[in-house]
Each structure stands twice: as C-alpha cells, then as structure tokens.
C-alpha cells in the first residue's frame, strides 16, 4: 500500500510500474485458481475493483506477460513459489463490455463485433502459423466489425480452438462487464434480440469449447440462467452474499485505515465510514468502495464520488415508473428506515416492471442497499414462504445520490414545480392549482410505464411528487405517507420542525365518474375522508393545534387537477 494517490487507473501493469497507490488483492488470484471451477460468475457493484482485478488475472497468467515478476515481486502472490512458476503460462482472451451502451440491437452487435475484432487483431501472428488450416485462416480474416451475427457468436469458441493449437494449452478467457449491453437492452426495449444473440455467443465460448482451461465473467448483476445461461450447467455464481471472493473486491475497513493512517488523516475515520462504509459481501461486513475511498484520499474533501460516477439510468427508471408499493416503500428507505422483502439474485429483466422484490433484488446487487439482516432457512416454515431480507440504504453517499436523481426527475418542470413548493409553504391554493396542472400535462408520461391502464397514471405521479417533497423540504418538514392516523392511512402528511410552520395533510383521490359528476365533487370526498377518518389524530396528540393543520384535497381527472382547500376543522372551503 505505496506509491501516489492516483484516480481513474485500471491497467494493472501501469500502476505497479508507475508506482501508483495500490491495496494487493493478488491473493485473489490463488483463491481462484485452487477452486478450479471452470466459468466463474462474480457480481459486485460497479467502480469495486472489477476491471482491476481482471487485468490483474490477465498479467499474471498470460503468455504475453511471461517473466514479468517485477509486477508481482512484493505482493501476497509471490509468497508461494509454485505461483512463480505459475505466472506467465497461458494463452489468454481478455475482453470488456463495459462500453457497449447503445440505444438499438444492430448498434449493439456492431459494438460488439468491434470488440471481438480488437481482440482478434491481438493474434494476428496465428495467420502466418502453419498449425492453423486454410479454413481457420479464412474464418480468422472473416472476423470484422461488419460480420455476421453467426460469425460473432463463434467468435471466442474459435479463437480459443487456435491458440490450444499454437501453443498446446487451453485458453483462458476473461470477459469483464458482461451485463453493460444487457441492461442497456432491458432499458431501450430490445432484450429478447440481445438476450438471444449472447445466449448463442456464451454457450459457444463457455459450454461447448473444449479449448477453455477455465474463465471468468464480471457484472453488476446476476442476469437469470433462463435468459442468457439456460446452457452453462458448469457456472459458478458468486454474487454479493456469497462467502467466496468476500474481501476480494472493494476494501476493507483495515485496509481503509491503514491507509488513512498513512497519509496523516486518522482522525477522519468516523466521518469515512459514515460517508463511504455500508457494503456486506458474504460474511464480510464493512467494505467500502475503492472509487469513493481514492477520491478521497487524494482530494481529501467528502463527496457522494462513487455514487454520481456514472449512469444510474435502470434504478432510476424503477423507481420513476414502479407503483404505489415501491415508492413507498422507497420513501421508508429514503427516511432512514428498513424494508422486508424476500430477495432473489437471480435477475429476471421482464420481472422488473411488476415484481417490488425484483426491484429490491437489483438495487442490492447494484450495491444502493445493504442487508442489515435476514431470515435463515428453516425447514418446513420456509417451504412455502421465501425467507424475507432486511435492507437499508448502503450509506450517506447513496442516500445523497438518491436525493438528486429524485430532483431531477421534476427537471423538465424544475421552474413550476419550485413554484409549487413555495405556493404549498405560502398556502398560495391559486399558484397551487395552475401548477399542479402545468406539471400534470408535462410529467405524467414521464412517470408512466406505458404498461398499465390510465387510471394508475396520476398514482405513479403523486407518489413520485411525495418523493420530491421528501427531499426538497426535508429541512423543514417530516414527510411521511400512507401511514395510520385516526381510524385510517392518510397519503401524505408534512409535519413540520419548526413551531411556527403549519402541517399539512393531503389526500390525492383520483375520479370515479359513478360517484362524482364534477372534479370538484372528487376534491372535497378526499377532504371528507380527511375529516371522517381524523387523519389529524396524529399531529393533535403531539400538540399541534387544529389551526395550524393545513388540509387539502387533489383530484385527478387524467391529467387535469383540482385542488381543494378544508377549513381548519371539518368542511371543505371552494378556493376562487
């Protein structure tokens, strides 16, 4: 652990040879090669050391690195002479899918056709070798950005067939980022093609190639063996709450401070965990994320780094377009609070849209919940029912992540919604309703699925708006909903910090044309149901007087929206 701070390095080579900042995680490499499982599946969040370790595997093994234990002198590896012997003496494929983010299938396969041609061009040398036939120097030359899907989807199966020849051993091969393009699909609507593509591409390259010493894969997530493994009987899976590889990926809250030790910040170490500690692999608590740690170390200021480093497109489409379960469970999440829910690290994409124990599922293997404890297998209690997982949110850095992807979400209408705020502060109930119709017909589609009958479309909405207030009057106010007051659940109450701020309560109610002629008619049933169900119980009990309670009803009509204001008291008051 020498050397200087530097962000952003990948290359395993480069950073022992330019002496950058490095905790050895070479032990790695021993724990995976006495396991001697043929495919290897490893899931961890992003920016946790995935890439490095990889190219790590790549120098330690590969033929084209053969001597070089200049990168390894003084590491854990080293340790064991028969690893000495070991370095430098197979044939390896070494490949990323970490920028193929296109927006359509051919883009896609076209990426990925470049990728596998890069790849190719690295053995070049094969076509002027006499142990490759006229017929694999033909297939060789035929491997180009334009190919035929058939062609790609042998790619790797074939290349691994002519370096056993060349040099008489079997290939290992390497594929880092393999999900990138399948969330990418999941995201722009073409998963079946793309699922269908690299089923064909992984059977061929990992099941049916008899040249493969052994591989390993990396991902954020665990794509079901259904969609893209259904032929890959001989996969090891090792995600987030696997025992193997525990310390392997991320850093340990020893490593954390002994590096903060050396660089004279050790009375900084409560406030990095706040920020940055959070992360559970297997039976391996306390692993923080190398991203934000290196940033820190070398700016020495705390910021959400890990958390704002890239896209967060998928989890944030969840939660926009997920129902009235999901918000809310997220708004619990959000507060600081725990959820129960069965977990399956099996990710099934088509599940994401109905299924909240899904949502839960990626978001931990995303890494932006923790488990903070769970249910163990008891036979015949469990038979039936899952054992449920407790989860929070990973830490302080998640949580502000969290809080500007909700914000942005009302960026399309960042003016009238702020507007809206100040009115709801100043029961400005004019402002209030040209406002809420204003982002009503620009927002609803945005937090629509497209999936679910009108109806669902301003619940979507409202949910999505109580997060925004969660996070926009947070300093002010306690916003809480769906949560028993009086005889009932209320949707949406704002209790306020201060004493000199009134609460709010609000009621969204959308119209059953059966039951009510006008909008108007809607707004004040919602303002009843305030008043029957005493939904102010809760405030009046912790001495708020009824006079500083703020009642309102919002009806929805499709995109229309009325919003009635309730006397302090019981009835409903029509606002001009």
């Known amino acids: 652990m020498t050397g200087t701070v530097a962000i952003g390095h990948q290359d395993f080579e480069r950073i022992r040879n330019d002496h950058i900042f490095y905790i050895d995680k070479t032990r790695f490499i021993k724990e995976w090669w006495e396991r001697g ?130 040099y008489g051993k079997r290939a290992i091969i390497l594929l880092d980022e393999y999900d990138t393009p399948m969330q990418e699909a999941y995201v722009n609507g073409f998963w079946d093609e793309l699922a269908a593509f690299t089923r064909s591409m992984f059977n061929a390259a990992f099941k049916t ?79 923080y994320n190398p991203w934000s740690i290196i940033n820190y170390l070398s700016k020495k200021e705390f910021r959400p780094y890990w958390a704002n480093s890239s896209s967060n497109s998928l989890v944030g489409k969840l939660l926009r377009e997920g129902n009235r379960d999901i918000k809310q469970s997220f708004e619990k999440l959000l507060a600081g609070g725990h959820i129960l829910t069965p977990i399956d690290e099996q990710i099934v994409y088509s599940h994401l849209d109905g299924s909240e124990a899904a949502v839960w599922s990626l978001m931990l293997s995303a890494g932006y919940l923790k488990v903070i404890s769970y249910e163990k297998f008891e036979p015949g209690v469990y038979d039936i029912l899952e054992p449920r997982y407790e989860l929070a949110l990973t830490n302080f850095e998640v949580r502000l992540m969290f809080g500007s992807m909700i914000r942005s979400w009302f960026q399309r209408s960042a003016s009238t919604y702020n507007t809206f705020l100040q009115a709801l502060l100043w029961d400005d109930l004019k402002t209030m309703n040209i406002c809420m119709n204003d ?74 044309p059966e039951d009510e002629k006008e909008l108007s008619d809607t707004a004040a049933a919602a303002l009843r149901q305030i008043d029957v169900k005493r939904y102010d119980a809760l405030l009046t009990a912790k001495g708020v007087s009824g006079e500083r309670i703020r009642k309102y009803g919002f009806a929805f009509q499709g995109k229309k929206v009325l919003i009635r204001k309730g006397n302090a008291g019981s009835a409903a008051e029509t606002a001009s």
């Open 209 to 287: 190639n008899p040249c493969l010493d052994r591989a390993i894969m990396t991902g954020i997530t665990r794509v079901s063996r259904e969609s893209i493994f259904s032929d890959l009987n001989n996969l090891n899976i090792v995600t987030t709450t696997s025992k193997e590889y525990a310390d392997s990926f991320g850093f340990t809250e020893e490593e954390v401070f002994a590096a903060l030790d050396k660089l004279g910040l050790s009375d900084k170490k409560g406030t990095v965990k706040y920020w940055y500690d959070g992360f559970t692999f297997g039976d391996k608590p306390d692993i």
């Open 37 to 166: 499982d043929s495919v290897t599946l490893i899931t961890r969040p992003r920016r946790f050391g995935k890439t490095l370790n990889m190219s790590m595997l790549e120098k330690f093994f590969s033929v084209d690195y053969s001597g070089r234990s200049d990168m390894f002198e003084g590491l854990a590896v080293w340790e064991d002479d028969a690893y000495r012997q070991l370095q430098g003496t197979y044939p390896v494929v070494s490949l990323s899918f970490a920028n193929v983010k296109e927006k359509n299938y051919a883009n896609t396969v076209c990426r990925i056709c470049q990728i596998l041609t890069e790849v190719y061009s690295n053995y070049r040398f094969l076509l002027k070798s006499d142990k490759l036939s006229a017929e694999d120097k033909e297939y060789f030359r035929s491997v180009s950005d334009d190919m035929q899907e058939a062609t790609a989807t042998m790619a790797l199966h074939r290349l691994s067939r002519y370096l056993y020849q060349y």
């Open 439 to 512: 982002m009503a017909a620009e927002m609803f589609s945005y937090f629509d699925t497209g999936k679910q009958p009108s109806r669902d479309q301003p619940e979507r909405f409202y949910h999505g708006f109580v997060l925004g207030l969660m996070v926009d009057l947070t300093g002010r106010y306690a916003v809480t909903s769906n949560r028993e007051s009086g005889f009932g659940r209320y949707d949406v109450m704002l209790e306020p910090k201060k004493k000199e701020d009134d609460a709010i309560i609000i009621e969204f109610k959308v119209q059953d």
